[in-house]
């Protein structure tokens, strides 16, 4: 049996794969971006090897740049191609490229298919409802993607880190910005999240309960006080 959090007030919840299912979406995005660089560099006379073993350089570039906490995905474009071809490309063409990933990654998202009658529960339950997510690196775009999938209405209030605060998550300053939004304390506070690294490790900086919904193998040394792996489970820990 789970053991249960119990006396908090919030839950607050990461967006993506967390809430929405937006994993498809990037590996989509990236691969459509991915053709445009292999023609663009192709037009320019550049060796790039096979489409496949381009993108897998791309692929693994943009995880390192990711995590650096970098979101503009105009600077991965740019520093991909720069960095492996030693080519700087155009602004405009930065500029497509970024056009054509978050077209394909807000054409794919979708919610995980408990997660409205898991936020249901928990507002019956009368916990207060927040969210902390990082930006996508254009302004506005992320709270776009929140609202196209008709989540805003659930949540007292949304951070979007690196627009409303400066840092992004891991630092601890967006889970301490919610907490004042919402007039709580970090301590009545439960966060709910995807990436170890940065949400379990930014809440518990800020000195909240963390659970994990883990939905991929990383294995990590930080612990969170529960996992689970679908949304539904949370009806199980939190009472
Ligand atoms: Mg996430």
């Given at each position: 049996m789970?053991?249960k959090?119990?006396?908090?007030?919030a839950?607050i919840?990461?967006?993506d794969?967390?809430?929405?299912?937006?994993?498809?979406?990037?590996?989509?995005?990236?691969?459509?971006a991915?053709?445009?660089?292999?023609?663009?560099?192709?037009?320019?006379?550049?060796?790039?090897?096979?489409?496949?073993?381009?993108?897998?350089?791309?692929?693994?570039?943009?995880?390192?740049?990711?995590?650096?906490?970098?979101?503009?995905?105009?600077?991965?474009?740019?520093f991909?191609?720069k960095?492996?071809?030693?080519?700087s490309?155009?602004?405009?063409f930065?500029?497509?490229?970024?056009?054509?990933?978050?077209?394909?990654?807000?054409?794919?998202?979708?919610?995980y298919?408990?997660?409205?009658?898991?936020l249901?529960?928990?507002?019956?339950k009368?916990?207060?409802l927040?969210?902390v997510?990082?930006?996508?690196?254009?302004?506005?775009?992320?709270?776009?993607?929140i609202?196209?999938?008709?989540l805003?209405?659930?949540?007292?209030?949304?951070?979007?880190?690196?627009?409303?605060?400066?840092?992004?998550?891991p630092?601890?300053?967006?889970?301490?910005?919610?907490?004042?939004k919402?007039?709580?304390k970090?301590?009545?506070?439960?966060?709910?999240?995807?990436?170890?690294?940065?949400?379990?490790?930014?809440?518990?900086?800020a000195?909240?309960?963390?659970?994990?919904?883990?939905?991929?193998?990383c294995?990590?040394?930080?612990?969170?006080?529960?996992?689970?792996?679908?949304?539904?489970?949370?009806?199980?820990?939190?009472?």
């Amino acid at each position: 049996m789970k053991k249960k959090i119990t006396s908090k007030k919030a839950v607050i919840f990461d967006f993506d794969d967390t809430l929405a299912k937006t994993r498809y979406g990037k590996e989509l995005g990236l691969k459509l971006a991915s053709i445009k660089i292999y023609d663009f560099l192709r037009g320019k006379g550049t060796n790039t090897g096979s489409f496949r073993d381009l993108y897998r350089k791309i692929r693994k570039t943009t995880c390192q740049i990711e995590n650096k906490g970098i979101y503009n995905r105009n600077i991965w474009w740019f520093f991909i191609i720069k960095e492996l071809f030693k080519i700087s490309p155009p602004k405009n063409f930065l500029e497509e490229l970024t056009e054509i990933y978050w077209n394909a990654v807000k054409k794919k998202s979708e919610l995980y298919k408990d997660a409205i009658s898991t936020l249901v529960y928990l507002k019956n339950k009368k916990y207060i409802l927040g969210m902390v997510t990082d930006t996508d690196g254009v302004k506005e775009l992320k709270s776009e993607r929140i609202k196209k999938l008709n989540l805003k209405k659930w949540f007292n209030f949304i951070v979007v880190a690196g627009e409303d605060v400066r840092q992004t998550k891991p630092d601890k300053a967006p889970f301490l910005l919610i907490t004042r939004k919402l007039n709580l304390k970090p301590h009545q506070c439960i966060f709910v999240g995807n990436n170890i690294y940065v949400d379990v490790l930014g809440a518990k900086k800020a000195g909240m309960a963390t659970v994990l919904v883990k939905r991929d193998n990383c294995q990590a040394k930080i612990k969170p006080d529960q996992v689970i792996k679908t949304l539904v489970e949370l009806k199980k820990i939190v009472l």
